[in-house]
């Protein structure tokens, strides 16, 4: 089976840094991806990682470890646009956790 | 490129109804997915198309759901027999190849309300 845990919520300032967290349990593992949520509209792409180690793309990065079944995301100099809900999935028949709501306050 | 599109956007039926939902995928894509999400969760897996071909399906979905990809482009999800528990939002999205590391492409979802 598949089991994706991260935390519901989450809160932070602007221009500061947050990490949201994720772990996973599968039977099988071809990649861990990363989406962003805002209310009412589609996931986005974020960030794929496959193999251990950090992935970095502008402000956004993602880690992940597959001995851990561990992964986070990193958001640097945050923003009011990235209140989001943020979304860990796995590849492998695509498993998708229920989303961390980031809020960003000034 | 008009990215994946899903038609309607609202549907609102009573208890009992057969519904049928539309997505056609960014045209070069082929694989096709469908999720279904409720407030505060995150999409749930459906199942999934390579190409024509039905490569999986949930064991949560029940015998009332259907999906089809006849051509392999466009692809319909059709519930019969509606309850109140299907409210949810149906998501449909696209990839390029058959590849893990192939992010999806989501449309806007069609918005399911049961009475």
């Known amino acids: 089976g598949q089991n994706i845990d991260q935390p519901t919520e989450m809160t932070a300032t602007e221009g500061a840094i947050v990490q949201i967290n994720c772990t996973y349990q599968?039977?099988?593992?071809?990649?861990l991806f990363w989406y962003q949520q805002h209310a009412g509209e589609a996931p986005t792409f974020l960030s794929y990682n496959v193999l251990d180690g950090l992935e970095e793309k502008g402000r956004f990065s993602s880690f992940l470890s597959r001995s851990k079944g561990y992964s986070y995301l990193l958001l640097k100099e945050l923003q009011m646009k990235d209140s989001a809900s943020y979304l860990c999935a796995t590849s492998y028949i695509p498993t998708f956790g229920r989303g961390t709501s980031l809020i960003v306050h000034p | 490129d008009t990215g994946v599109s899903q038609n309607p956007r609202h549907k609102i039926t009573k208890r009992g109804q057969n519904v049928t939902f539309r997505c056609d995928p960014i045209?070069?894509?082929?694989?096709l997915y469908w999720y279904r999400q409720t407030l505060g969760q995150g999409p749930e897996f459906l199942t999934y198309?390579?190409?024509?071909?039905?490569?999986?399906k949930s064991r949560l979905l029940s015998d009332r759901f259907s999906a089809e990809r006849p051509k392999g482009s466009f692809s319909t999800l059709e519930i019969q027999r509606t309850e109140q528990g299907d409210s949810a939002m149906y998501l449909c999205a696209s990839s390029l190849g058959a590849g893990a590391q192939e992010p999806q492409h989501f449309g806007d979802g069609t918005r399911l309300s049961i009475l």
């Open positions: 198309f390579q190409n024509e071909a039905q490569l999986e």
């Open positions: 599968t039977s099988g593992f071809n990649g």
């Open positions: 045209s070069e894509h082929n694989r």
